[in-house]
Structure formats: structure tokens, C-alpha cells
């Protein structure tokens, strides 16, 4: 694959930007939205992110990866891999997701972006996976906006 290849998805969300962080890093909250997947991490630059779930009645982690930069409340971008794939876990085969508050007119924009699948083992698998036929993480982002707006 020769052209960048990532997914870009956003939704409009009608609560405050610190309860839609707090959906997007709490892992009681993500556990709700990502298939029962509490996101683990000291949300620090450089710090392990690990997605864990029960399967099966055992406890694993189904993605991991690293924070890769942070701004509190507005921004947040980590790498991502499955370890339980067939794919090499290695450095090069990870992509990075990246969450972005916005606002405008009074309400709150989260745009995720994921990729590059160009740049990886098995991208282009991966990323029609991911994009699931235009859905991407439409999704996940209504879930997200659902619960963000209960609160």
C-alpha cells in the first residue's frame, strides 16, 4: 500500500467536555462501550494503555499499546495492537488512535482518528475490519455520546 490509510470518525456530543473525558478514560466507563474493556493507564506520556476484559472467566488484555500524547480534557493519542493476533508485536505494526475535543456552537465535537493501516503488517485486513463497510467507530461513538450525555 502506497497511500496513507486511516479511519476518521465524529460524532457531536451535548455534555461537558470533562464528562466525555471522563467516558473516554475511566475505565468504568469504557468498560460500558468497548465490548466490556476497562481502559488501564497512569494516562501519562509514555505509560502503558491496556484494554482488559473477562473472556471465557479469565481476566486478559485484548489491545494494549502506549500513551503517545496527551492534553487533558482535549486530546489524547496512544498506539494500539492486539496481542492475541497473529501479528508481530512490534513497533512498526502498531497504530495510533487519536481522540480530539472540539467545540462549536456550544456543543462538543470528539473526532477518533486510527491508523496508519498503510504502515503495518496485515493493514490493509486490519483496516477493512475497522472500517466495517463505512461504520468505522460510529459505533462506539454512540455509545460514547449515550452514556457522556447520562451523566
Not at 27 to 39: I, M, R, S, V
Request: proline share 4%; net charge negative.
Amino acid at each position: 500500500m502506497s497511500k496513507e490509510l486511516f479511519i476518521k470518525n465524529s460524532i457531536t456530543i451535548n455534555a461537558g467536555i470533562s464528562n466525555i473525558w471522563d467516558v473516554l478514560t475511566n475505565p468504568a466507563q469504557t468498560k460500558k462501550y468497548l465490548h466490556g474493556c476497562e481502559a488501564i493507564s497512569d494516562w501519562k506520556v509514555g505509560s502503558p494503555l491496556l484494554w482488559k476484559g473477562v473472556y471465557e472467566g479469565k481476566e486478559m488484555v485484548f489491545v494494549k499499546g502506549n500513551i503517545a500524547d496527551i492534553i487533558p480534557d482535549h486530546y489524547l493519542a496512544y498506539t494500539v495492537i492486539a496481542p492475541n493476533s497473529t501479528i508481530e508485536d512490534i513497533p512498526e505494526n502498531y497504530l495510533t488512535v487519536t481522540y480530539s475535543l472540539s467545540e462549536s456552537n456550544g456543543q462538543r465535537i470528539l473526532t477518533v482518528t486510527q491508523g496508519n493501516y498503510a504502515t503495518v503488517a496485515e493493514g490493509e485486513k486490519r483496516y477493512k475490519e475497522t472500517y466495517n463497510n463505512g461504520e468505522g467507530w460510529n459505533p462506539i461513538l454512540v455509545q460514547i455520546k449515550k452514556i457522556a450525555e447520562a451523566e
